[in-house]
Every structure is written in structure tokens, then in C-alpha cells.
């Protein structure tokens, strides 16, 4: 590493201000950035010290996203066997789907971190590390045979669209990885509506063994066929069809909790996302009128991708709440609309997304009014003493 020090420092001053390749700045400081801890330090005013900036922060996110990420690409394979009925072993299972899943990955990471740069260069500023975690979101809460181009489209409307309008990392409103799945929602829904059969290789229907029909839980839920839903334990382990990274709740549990060790994500948002979700599916035990509402609320929790968007979507920092009353109210709303719109409106199986991306708009207004009531409680508090 000290080799790779010493040439970046020789070569650094031709990318500086006079320097031959001044107009690649940006892009220079990026990759010497990734590899090593910026020496820049405060030198005047106010500042707070912390041992950890932005690239950590997203590194932790990625290392928290790996177990979802790799039984996904496990599964894909399964899910492929089990289509065909053959008999593979573990490795062959896995290899098949990791490069199923691996250009979804490099298209997302290609397409998306080509427009940071390019808006970095035009710019003059730093690139953001943002989409350093959304390049990886992005191919996980899609279906494995989604087209590369729709992918690529998709990926190009949430940087741009989703972020770069706004300024960049830091002022984007909307999660950038569920906008790319809004988008390929709403403009190709025949690959994105969440009840059709999303296994790799799947080309027609006498490619499929009798018996096996691949739809996902959420798909036979709203067709009421409650008795040909997969168990319990399936459905938490992750051995069903579904989104690449959003199958394995178990998966997602272990990149919980190490969110909530290192202190990245917030579990404040993720405890209330799930209690909100309990509330509208105890509400829906009361009321039940079809069997839909007759499944047991918790059970909502390991069906599609609630739990994933629970750990890694709700808690975006950006675009979440950002004071402790509003994390609570907040993720208790992300999760009480998420199953409000996957129980009441058949056209939409999969409310998660649509919950969140509704919550982050009315985030600042939560943060808002919660400010707000602060201050008036203590000025109420002020004049309480000053008249005492």
C-alpha cells in the first residue's frame, strides 16, 4: 500500500489546479478518496471530530447488504432448479446465479457512477459517495430477468431525476433505488407488477416441471390462494421467487443488526416501520372480510419485501426523518401504508415501495412540526419559570 501511496502522490499535482489533467480533478480525487483516508483537517471555527465520513458510512451499508446479496444469488439458482427440476449441487446453484445477478450489478454500478462523474467533471465539485450503496440497492430489489437496458434506463431517471436535480448526495428527496423501481413499475409493468414469475431462465412454459408455479407469496396472497402460500419457514429463510435481495429475511436480520452495532442505521425506524406494519395488520385481523386480512399480521413481515425495505430503505438517512420523534412517526407510517396498499389495493401487491417513497415526502414536514412543538413546549416551560 505504501508503493501505491507514494505513485499517487507523484502524479497527484498533474490532476491539481495548473496540472495537465486539471479537468479530470474530480475524478482523481474519487479513486484517491476510496483507497485511502482523505489528510485534509479543519484548521479554523467550530467543527466536530469523528472517526468515520461518508465512504465508511456507505461501506458499512455494503457490508450490511452482503449476506442478503449472496443468498440472493444463491436462490436465483435454486429457484432455476427447481423450475427444471434438476438436482445441482450448492456450488452449481450458486455459480449460475451469480452471474445471473453480476451484470445487473456492473449495469447499475456502470450506468450510475458514469452520470456521478460526468455531473462531478461538469460541476467542478467532489463526487458523491452515495451512489456507492444505491449502485448495489438498485439490482437487489429487482427481479433477476429484468432486461439490461430497462435496468440501465431506470438507474439513468433516479441519478438524475432522483438526485442530481436536487443537488446531489445530501438533498435528494426520494430514495434513489426505489425511484428506479417506481420507474420500471409504473413505465414497463408487466416486469415490475410483483405477480409474475421472476426465475431466471424462465423462457417458456414447457421449460416448467408440473407443479411448480413460481409466484411469489405476495401474488398468491392477493389471489386469495392462502393454502398454496409457501410455510413460514421458507418465507424467512428466503426459498421462494422474489426480488434478488428481499427473499431472505434471515439474510436481512444479520445486515440489521450490524446497521444497528456500528450505529449507521437507525433503529429507531426500523423497530417503528415493524410496529406500524403490526398495527394495520392487527387492524385487518379485526376487520377481516376476505382471507387476505385474515393472514396474521406478523406474518406480513417475512412476505415480499417489507423486512428489506424496513433495514435498508426506510432508514436512508437523507431522505428520512431526521429528528428522534419524527424516526418514530415516521417509520410507524412507512409500515402502517405499506400494508394498507398491499391488503386494499390489488393493482399494487407490493406496498413497501410506495409507502416510503410517499413517507420521504412528508418527512421535513414531520420534522417540521416536531421542531416546532419543541419549541413552543420550552418557551411554554420559559415563561412557566420566569412567572414562578
Do not use: C
Not at 309 to 334: N, Q
Amino acid at each position: 500500500m505504501k508503493a501505491l501511496r507514494n505513485y499517487i502522490d507523484k502524479i497527484k499535482p498533474q490532476f491539481q489546479k495548473g496540472g495537465r489533467f486539471e479537468m479530470f480533478h474530480s475524478t482523481f480525487d474519487a479513486f484517491e478518496t476510496f483507497l485511502f483516508v482523505p489528510n485534509t483537517v479543519t484548521s479554523k471555527g467550530s467543527h466536530i471530530r469523528d472517526s468515520i465520513d461518508l465512504k465508511r458510512t456507505m461501506s458499512m451499508v455494503i457490508i450490511a447488504l452482503i449476506p442478503a446479496m449472496l443468498f440472493g444469488m444463491w436462490n436465483v439458482g435454486y429457484q432455476h432448479v427447481l423450475s427444471i427440476g434438476a438436482s445441482w449441487n450448492f456450488w452449481e446453484t450458486f455459480w449460475y446465479g451469480f452471474f445471473k445477478v453480476l451484470p445487473l450489478i456492473l449495469v447499475s454500478y456502470g450506468v450510475g457512477l458514469s452520470i456521478e462523474f460526468a455531473f462531478a467533471q461538469s460541476r467542478g465539485h467532489e463526487v458523491n459517495e452515495g451512489f456507492l450503496v444505491s449502485g448495489l440497492l438498485v439490482p437487489l430489489i429487482m427481479p433477476v430477468d429484468v432486461p439490461l437496458w430497462m435496468l440501465a434506463i431506470a438507474t439513468a431517471f433516479a441519478v438524475i431525476i432522483g438526485k442530481e436535480v436536487f443537488g446531489g448526495t445530501g438533498y435528494n428527496v426520494f430514495n434513489p433505488a426505489l425511484l428506479a423501481r417506481a420507474f420500471l413499475f409504473f413505465a414497463y409493468p408487466s416486469h415490475m407488477s410483483g405477480d409474475k414469475v421472476w426465475i431466471a431462465g424462465l423462457t417458456s412454459g414447457k421449460d416448467v416441471v408440473d407443479g411448480f408455479s413460481g409466484a411469489t407469496p405476495l401474488a398468491k396472497a392477493a389471489a386469495y390462494q392462502i393454502d398454496k402460500m409457501p410455510s413460514a419457514y421458507d418465507m424467512f429463510m428466503g426459498f421462494i421467487p422474489g426480488s434478488v435481495g428481499e427473499t431472505s429475511k434471515l439474510a436481512i436480520l444479520i445486515g440489521a443488526v450490524f446497521l444497528i452495532i456500528t450505529g449507521i442505521g437507525s433503529w429507531k425506524i426500523m423497530v417503528s416501520v415493524f410496529g406500524g406494519g403490526l398495527a394495520a395488520g392487527l387492524l385487518f385481523n379485526a376487520f377481516a372480510v376476505n382471507p387476505y386480512m385474515e393472514i396474521p399480521a406478523w406474518q406480513h413481515f417475512i412476505m415480499g419485501g417489507f423486512a428489506f425495505g424496513a433495514v435498508f430503505m426506510a432508514t436512508d438517512p437523507v431522505s428520512a426523518s431526521h429528528t428522534e420523534l419524527g424516526k418514530w412517526i415516521y417509520g410507524f407510517l412507512v409500515g402502517f401504508l405499506a400494508l394498507l396498499v398491499r391488503v386494499l389495493n390489488p393493482a399494487y401487491p407490493e406496498g413497501m415501495m410506495l409507502a416510503i417513497l410517499f413517507m420521504n415526502v412528508f418527512a421535513p414536514l414531520i420534522d417540521y412540526y416536531v421542531v416546532e412543538a419543541n419549541i413552543k413546549r420550552r418557551l411554554k416551560r420559559a415563561k412557566k419559570v420566569a412567572n414562578s
